[in-house]
């Protein structure tokens, strides 16, 4: 599975944008590119996934550049309860597991 | 709730000691993986069936480490002669047919937080 590389941690403000970009540059043809949160507790929880360009739901949205060798994970507007420690995954899409890194922690302040 | 279930929620115990964890998978998710997360780190796969067929293990799975799921449905993790180094939070997460839907989403529990003294 290709390896990802995301910033330790970052912090922000409410009311902010919030970019959090990983590297993979080992992706490979058939790798889609996978985010999860996690709170202090709780299991991950599936945010967002694409495989190329763009993609937006309700929660955030995931830009892929043409290369695929990196992503960001776009979140409109953090509130205090975004704080969390958030996941990029890069992995086949039948990919019988997923492979963590030890994600970026995102603090949101007042 | 209708999502991804582990029992119980929390375990102390003494090593030397066998624990085993369950977890229940959402209904008709075939895929159940287990993973391990240490404080700070991130998950670290363990195990996968797909319905009751093992399909995949870690070499973090030593020999004192056995996952079942009998009739494809929930799954026990057990852990004989527990070692301090065994304390750690188990996740279980369960997807569904990847037919269902484009890629494959897994959907996590809440966790065993195991504490061996």
């Known amino acids: 599975l290709a390896k990802t590389t995301q910033p330790i941690s970052m912090d922000s403000y409410e009311g902010q944008e919030v970019n959090i970009t990983c590297s993979h540059n080992?992706?490979?043809?058939?790798?889609?590119i996978t985010w999860y949160q996690q709170f202090p507790s709780q299991g991950p929880r599936f945010i967002i996934q694409?495989?190329?360009t763009k993609v937006t739901n309700e929660v955030a949205s995931l830009f892929i550049p043409a290369d695929r060798k990196s992503s960001t994970l776009s979140l409109p507007r953090v509130s205090l309860s975004d704080t969390a420690v958030y996941y990029c995954?890069?992995?086949?899409?039948?990919?019988?597991?997923?492979?963590f890194g030890d994600g970026t922690t995102l603090t949101v302040k007042p | 709730d209708t999502g991804v279930s582990q029992n119980p929620r929390h375990k102390i115990t003494k090593r030397g000691q066998n624990v085993t964890f369950r977890c229940d998978p959402i209904?008709?998710?075939?895929?159940l993986y287990w993973y391990r997360q240490t404080l700070g780190q991130g998950p670290e796969f363990l195990t996968y069936?797909?319905?009751?067929?093992?399909?995949?293990k870690s070499r973090l799975l030593s020999d004192r480490f056995s996952a079942e799921r009998p009739k494809g449905s929930f799954s026990t993790l057990e852990i004989q002669r527990t070692e301090q180094g065994d304390s750690a939070m188990y996740l279980c997460?369960?997807?569904?047919?990847?037919?269902?839907?484009?890629?494959?989403?897994?959907?996590f529990g809440p966790g065993t937080r195991l504490l061996v003294l």
């Open positions: 080992n992706i490979a043809t058939n790798d889609y």
């Open positions: 997460a369960s997807s569904p047919p990847i037919f269902q839907g484009l890629r494959e989403t897994q959907y």
């Open positions: 069936f797909q319905n009751e067929a093992q399909l995949e």
């Open positions: 995954l890069v992995g086949d899409r039948d990919a019988g597991k997923s492979t």
């Open positions: 694409g495989y190329k």
């Open positions: 209904s008709e998710h075939n895929r």
